[in-house]
């Protein structure tokens, strides 16, 4: 690879991970590259405080903003936090619980589950609704928030069928999901109370 090659790679893995998530399967020659490239990514994006996380096993890579350490001036935020709420929190849950039963499973490594299925999983959790349509519609824009965040892929030519994208792993570890079962516990306990 030449120089002006070098530096137009250099340059097109940049922009795709500043824009998100690497996905080895959605651009395999931007994949192929970061792996050449990988130590000059890393000092590129070190210069803005951020690190480059790379999962070959999983096929993704993404930045992150990087720990201030001892005595290092903070750094203003590149990379937005988000505060989820309580539906979108329950929904990542539940799909990286199914993630982790399908992985155990064996077998093919995508999970596809319909929009259906994904209602049934959340519905378990929510307050009995007299409106059906007005709890399938906000399970919807749920649902279309999980999209927007990376973690489900809807399926092309195939209506209502999604994808559980494997970084959901990453960001919604076994202490994420734990530390969430003790909260859903807490909540249940409190409608238990205020209901019962």
Known sequence: MDQADSTTSLSAVLVTLYKGVLYHDQKPEAWQSLLKLEGKVRDHVALLG???????????????????????PEIPRLVQRRQLGYAVSLLLALLRKKLAQ??????????????????????????DSSNEAKLVDRIDADINKVVELGFLRSLRGQDNQYEVRRIIKTFVDAQWVSDF????????????????
């Not at 790379?54 to 992150?64: D, F, N, P, S």
């Not at 490594?109 to 959790?125: A, G, M, N």
């Not at 079962?181 to 019962?196: C, N, P, S, W």
Request: hydrophobic residues 40%.
């Open 50 to 72: 951020l690190e480059l996380l790379v999962v070959e096993a999983e096929g993704h890579a993404y930045l992150r903003q990087r720990a201030p350490g001892d005595g290092d």
């Open 102 to 127: 399908h992985d155990a499973a064996g077998g093919d490594t995508r999970l596809i589950l319909s929009r259906e299925q994904i209602v049934e999983l959340v519905r378990l959790f929510v307050a």
């Open 181 to 196: 079962a003790k909260r859903l516990e807490e909540y249940r306990g409190q409608l238990e109370i205020d209901h019962g």
